[in-house]
């Protein structure tokens, strides 16, 4: 497709806390906003509507894609719609985490399916079901960008992390191999927490 060459990355940290089988971590996150001057998509809705929407500026939002419905990715995902009118897109196999930050009353709009694409500014990006973090994780591909971002599925130094609820750490490895090792070995790893990477070096890293 057609690429509009104004279509861009641009990136958040916010700061605030993650909460999984009581007990509380400080964290940062990565807000991802791709579009061009005039619409824009997000990744992940962390903690500070508006931290987010500084990354966002005057843009329309067209949609908040959360890569998986831990807290600190979801927390002000309600809100953010609220804000924007924009629809919260997640795969529905994260319920389970979902309803411990927001319950079963505050719903998600749409639900994400492996393989389908969000288009935005002229810019793709196709959705990789990649469970093990959260069983309803994603990581979205951009091959017109050359990179992929991969919430807390892949960061740089390895998989995420799986030792608390809801969480399978071969499963992790299994979908990386298959979902993220099958990119272009170039291919930019835009994470939900710390420094980028590329598919290569994690490959290395993994071996
Ligand atoms: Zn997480």
């Known amino acids: 497709?057609?690429?509009?060459?104004?279509?861009?990355?641009?990136?958040?940290?916010?700061?605030?806390?993650?909460?999984l089988d009581g007990q509380t971590?400080?964290?940062?996150?990565?807000?991802?906003?791709?579009?061009?001057?005039?619409?824009?998509?997000?990744?992940?809705?962390p903690h500070d509507v508006d931290a987010i929407m500084k990354v966002v500026g005057d843009r329309?939002?067209?949609?908040?894609?959360?890569?998986?419905a831990h807290d600190d990715?979801?927390?002000?995902a309600p809100a953010l719609r609220e804000r924007t009118g924009a629809p919260i897109l997640l795969h529905p196999d994260d319920r389970p985490l979902w309803e411990l930050t927001h319950g079963p009353s505050v719903a998600?709009?749409?639900d994400l399916a492996d393989g389908e694409t969000i288009e935005v500014g002229g810019a793709a990006?196709?959705?990789?079901?990649?469970?093990?973090?959260a069983p309803g994780a994603v990581c979205l591909y951009s091959p017109g960008?050359?990179?992929?971002?991969?919430?807390?599925t892949l960061f740089r130094g390895g998989p995420g992390a799986t030792g608390r609820s809801y969480s399978d750490a071969a499963l992790i490895?299994?979908?990386?191999?298959?979902k993220l090792f099958t990119l272009p070995g170039d291919t930019v790893v835009h994470t939900g927490h710390g420094e980028d990477t590329t598919i290569d070096a994690e490959r290395r890293t993994l071996g």
Not at 127 to 133: A, I, N, S, Y
Not at 173 to 178: C, F, L, P, T
């Open 1 to 19: 497709m057609h690429q509009n060459a104004a279509v861009r990355v641009d990136h958040g940290v916010v700061s605030g806390t993650f909460s």
């Open 173 to 178: 490895v299994a979908s990386i191999r298959a």
């Open 25 to 45: 971590f400080d964290v940062d996150n990565n807000v991802w906003v791709i579009g061009d001057d005039t619409e824009c998509v997000v990744i992940d809705a």
């Open 145 to 152: 960008l050359g990179c992929v971002f991969t919430g807390d």
């Open 60 to 68: 329309t939002v067209r949609s908040i894609v959360c890569t998986h």
């Open 73 to 76: 990715h979801v927390r002000v």
């Open 108 to 110: 998600w709009d749409t």
């Open 125 to 133: 990006l196709t959705v990789r079901h990649t469970p093990g973090h």
